[in-house]
């Protein structure tokens, strides 16, 4: 490997530019004519544009990147997450021109990325699954019979992708046959994949995932779990390693069951067992594989003191997994993913032009993002701007370092969600970590909303 081809965007595009410099790779950006003024793009090797603004028209162009690939000499594409990241396709069409593709290999990608099938391979390691179906369902009619197995609650998920696209749930039969046919459609138009499947409804779970990394020739190591419990309509805002809720005995029978499913079905790269966990009954199950490096990445970076980028391109070009966990996890990290939003008006998308950026310093304080004073949040991709990432000994360190940290982060401009997280962090059900994953919207929101009354 000796010149990669960057098929992303923002700061994970910048992040993996900073990797190939250090690993003594070229690298080449692509960029849509709305990103011609990101770092990415003069921080790379060399630089090409690949179309308009709209990510279908650029970002999304599978044959315009690998074309780009082959004209400046690229042996290997970086998919980074989102956009194509969790292509078998297009994992497939960069085998078939000869490119290494940094991350799993075609067949893994399929497996993982159908939730029914990943299910199946689930059951078949001896890993933990929520009750539901064996199969996914285009046509409700079908899908009836797994319904009387199950039982109500039932949640109705996009078996293609993720995100909350493609979700209901149904608390009766009355109500699950028009709410099949939503999720269905919607799963449709986000994945180009009708067909969902059913679980058994877990109220007020956590949601916890492994960071695994495999050679793809049946050898796994994990790196530890976060727990990314702290989400809003099912995207994450707050993400933190270790879980504050489980024991010893949970956490490493969590490890072994998330190592166990990557060494059976050979997994190459970086990828991310996901699992719900209910506090009452202290079981976990399986949920899903997301097949790339997560957002919240950086968690587990600042734990064990290694570089996840640099990681994928390692095992990519055969060196082998270098990365492994110490006996116990160093200290705790929390990650706040701060995005372009108004809260004030439903998490409405802010985008514009910064005119002041004012960053945190300090010990056990990081800042991930790509974007400064004078630096403009265009409307057409994720509103993400920025990662603040705190370290500290245990959480209540952590905690501490995140209240300086965000008395110190100023952004103006744009409207962000930093008062969002200026407040979640000072309430008692975070600070003591009694919170599942529609907390945000159940308790937390509604208490704002009042009092702001």
């Not at 459609?185 to 956590?206: H, I, K, P, S, T």
């Not at 707050?238 to 029978?253: C, G, H, M, N, W």
């Amino acid at each position: 490997m000796r010149k990669v081809l960057i098929a992303n965007r923002g700061e994970i595009a910048l992040r993996a530019v900073h990797a190939c410099n250090a690993l003594g790779l070229s690298s080449v950006a692509v960029y849509s004519s709305a990103d011609a003024a990101s770092p990415h793009v003069w921080a790379a090797t060399e630089a090409v544009c690949v179309g308009p603004a709209p990510s279908s028209k650029s970002y999304l162009l599978r044959e315009t990147l690998l074309h780009v690939a082959k004209a400046t000499g690229c042996d290997a594409v970086y998919p980074g997450y989102g956009f194509l990241a969790e292509s078998a396709e297009f994992a497939e069409r960069c085998a078939e021109e000869g490119l290494t593709f940094v991350g799993p290999d075609a067949e893994t990608i399929r497996t993982m990325g159908d939730k029914a099938a990943a299910r199946r391979t689930a059951i078949s390691l001896d890993v933990p699954v929520v009750p539901g179906s064996e199969d996914a369902y285009s046509d409700v009619a079908d899908a009836m019979p797994a319904v009387a197995d199950i039982g109500f609650p039932i949640l109705i998920k996009a078996s293609a992708g993720g995100g909350g696209r493609g979700m209901r749930i149904a608390e009766d039969e009355a109500a699950f046959k028009g709410l099949f046919v939503q999720a269905s459609r919607e799963a449709e138009q986000a994945f180009g994949d009708a067909a969902v499947y059913l679980e058994r409804l877990v109220a007020n779970v956590r949601h916890i995932e492994v960071q695994v990394f495999g050679d793809g020739t049946g050898r796994a190591v994990h790196l530890g779990e976060r727990d990314c419990t702290m989400q809003r309509r099912h995207q994450k805002l707050i993400e933190e390693a270790p879980s504050p809720v489980l024991t010893d005995d949970e956490r490493a029978a969590l490890h072994a069951t998330a190592v166990r499913l990557a060494e059976g079905v050979k997994y190459r790269g970086a990828g991310t067992v996901e699992y719900i966990f209910d506090p009452d009954t202290r079981e976990f199950f399986f949920i899903e594989m997301n097949t790339r490096i997560q957002v919240e990445h950086p968690v587990t970076e600042m734990l064990v003191g290694a570089d996840l980028i640099a990681e994928q391109f390692r095992i990519a070009r055969g060196d082998g997994i270098s990365v492994s966990l110490p006996l116990g996890p160093l200290g705790h990290a929390i990650e706040f993913r701060i995005n372009a939003e108004d809260t004030d008006n439903d998490f409405r998308p802010s985008p514009g032009r910064i005119t002041g950026w004012t960053a945190p310093r300090g010990q056990g304080i990081r800042i991930d993002s790509f974007v400064g004073s004078g630096s403009t949040i265009v409307p057409f991709y994720d509103s993400m701007v920025a990662k603040l990432i705190v370290h500290g000994a245990d959480r209540a360190e952590a905690l501490d370092r995140a209240r300086a940290a965000f008395r110190g982060f100023r952004i103006e401009g744009i409207t962000t969600t930093l008062p969002l997280h200026r407040r979640l962090i000072e309430h008692d059900d975070v600070i003591s970590s009694r919170i599942h994953t529609k907390w945000v919207e159940e308790t937390f929101l509604p208490d704002l909303e009042g009092s702001a009354a």
